[in-house]
């Protein structure tokens, strides 16, 4: 019997999203593979609030935050880290040769917009990286107050990292500001992995027309990507099983309704928080803590190896701590295709444990 997955990725997938994915595959140049994906674009602009230009990756979402950096900067990228995956992406702008400045706080507080006025206020950057929701702490960045403040900043792009928040918390791309916001499937969309997207602003894609082909490679050429989304096709073979899953998802996503999707999310997260409050602690800064999962501080000192090991005796898979917190965290997805009573059970099997070790 296969475990239950309460990890921050994979997360759930349900069966009628696995039987869509299931489905004998068209080819990518026809009529009804442009039908496929011109539906899955059209319906992922209405989920990010935006008219702007939507592109899908037969990636991981590792593979657009290195595309991003590549694409959107051609001055010096002001990389903010408060854990490990906003800290693989001042790795990855490191490693593509640009110009950076990484400004990391406290790993467990957030990224403030004013933190991040003070930076922009003092540097000639041309583009800003951020993660919206750090998997590795529990945090949730205040993504549209920060937006506001680099529109004051005309040169500056926003790039936001929005892997394990985007389908579980609003992100509202065009009214926010927000540049580009990649993810992939494998999180609050509730797919397996294996595919990605991302939203372009259209300031994003006159900034890639800058940039020298060779900086910017030819797989993740945004300028090639939009070319071939303008005829809903992609550059190359797509994942055309993913396609399935996201458009059947996307049906799935119309009937529950956003807000009311949004409100699910907030409901486990808030479940979830209360329930760990008095006995592990939140590792997250107060006021900033995620929708979409819960990193626990374990303060009672528990044996978090053997917490894990014995919830996936029972059939419950739980997350460690990550990175810089490996063995002195555990973390809690309520998120994708998760319900209140998924949380209600999962939690009423970790009080059993708890009070087993």
Request: aromatic residues 8%.
């Amino acid at each position: 019997m296969k475990p239950k997955l309460f990890i921050p990725g994979p997360t759930h997938v349900d069966q009628e999203v696995l039987d869509a994915m299931a489905q004998y595959p068209v080819g990518h140049r026809t009529d009804d593979y442009r039908e496929l994906q011109s539906k899955v674009v059209s319906g992922i602009k209405e989920c990010l609030y935006t008219n702007q230009s939507v592109l899908v990756s037969t990636s991981s979402a590792t593979g657009l935050m290195e595309a991003g950096v590549r694409n959107l900067s051609n001055r010096r990228v002001a990389n903010f880290v408060c854990g490990a995956f906003s800290k693989k992406q001042a790795a990855i702008t490191k490693i593509c040769g640009l110009d950076q400045d990484v400004f990391e706080v406290e790993w467990g507080q957030a990224i403030t917009a004013d933190y991040v006025d003070s930076v922009l206020s003092k540097g000639d950057y041309d583009l800003v990286t951020l993660v919206f929701n750090e998997t590795s702490t529990g945090v949730m960045n205040p993504l549209q107050e920060i937006g506001e403040v680099v529109k004051r900043y005309p040169d500056v792009l926003l790039m936001v990292d929005a892997v394990s928040g985007m389908m579980g918390a609003p992100i509202k791309v065009d009214e926010w500001g927000i540049d580009m916001a990649l993810a992939s499937v494998q999180k609050a969309w509730a797919l397996p992995p294996g595919f990605a997207l991302t939203s372009l602003s259209d300031r994003a894609l006159e900034r890639s027309r800058l940039i020298p082909e060779s900086q910017k490679g030819f797989y993740f050429d945004f300028v090639r990507m939009h070319k071939a989304g303008e005829k809903s096709e992609t550059m190359v073979t797509p994942s055309i099983p993913h396609l399935y899953g996201l458009s059947k998802q996307l049906d799935r996503i119309k009937v529950e309704g956003l807000e009311n999707r949004f409100a699910r999310h907030r409901e486990m997260a808030e479940r979830v928080r209360q329930w760990g409050k008095g006995r592990f602690g939140i590792f997250a800064q107060a006021g900033y803590e995620s929708d979409t999962l819960t990193c626990f501080a374990n303060e009672s000192g528990i044996d978090l190896i053997a917490l894990a090991s014995e919830m996936r005796s029972r059939n419950y898979l739980i997350s460690g701590g990550y990175g810089d917190l490996k063995g002195k965290t555990f973390r809690l997805a309520h998120m994708g295709d998760l319900h209140m009573d998924d949380m209600d059970d999962v939690l009423g099997i970790l009080d059993e444990v708890v009070e087993s070790l």
